[in-house]
């Protein structure tokens, strides 16, 4: 009952994805979002790392996921819903993984036939960045030290302790 209620305040129909923030989460990370894919008025579809790719009902929905950042609504026809429910008939059971196949990557491939995630890609190209900022870091680092006599200009320990070199 709740969960129609849910269905109908937020005008949700076939194939609309909810985006939500999580009711709460492991590790008190803030910020995660969550998606779910409208199948029916009764039941929708999620993947979490508990449980994997799974029907959820709408009242379960309504319940924990309360906070809806969004709705992104299924442009789709009826062909196109028919593919998205095959797909999850397909997928149905298959385990989270955080990188290649989260509750993003259901979502977008449910929709679209494409396996992707926009938080993961991000997550990624911070990753790629800090690595590039640290080399960067070390090579400058060491060229410093190859002009100031190949310690950066920091004291030798025999220096350090008071002793002519």
């Known amino acids: 009952m709740v969960g129609e209620q849910y269905y109908c305040y937020h005008n949700l129909k076939p194939g609309d994805t909810i985006v939500s923030r999580f009711k709460e989460f492991k590790g008190g990370l803030k ?74 990557s259901l979502a977008n491939y449910l929709r679209y036939g494409r396996p992707e995630s926009k938080q993961v890609l991000a997550v990624m190209l911070v990753l790629v960045l800090a690595i590039i900022a640290l080399i960067g870091f070390v090579i400058a680092a060491g060229r410093r030290g190859a002009q100031s006599g190949g310690n950066g200009g920091l004291a030798t320990p025999r220096q350090h302790a008071g002793y002519a070199v």
């Open 31 to 104: 910020g995660l979002v969550h998606y779910i894919i409208v199948l029916t008025p009764e039941w929708a579809i999620h993947n979490l790392p508990e449980t994997g790719v799974a029907l959820i009902s709408m009242d379960k929905v309504a319940e924990d996921y309360r906070e809806v950042q969004k709705v992104e609504r299924f442009e789709g026809g009826p062909t196109e819903l028919e593919s998205l429910i095959a797909r999850a008939k397909k997928v149905m059971g298959r385990p989270y993984h955080l990188l290649q196949f989260n509750c993003e």
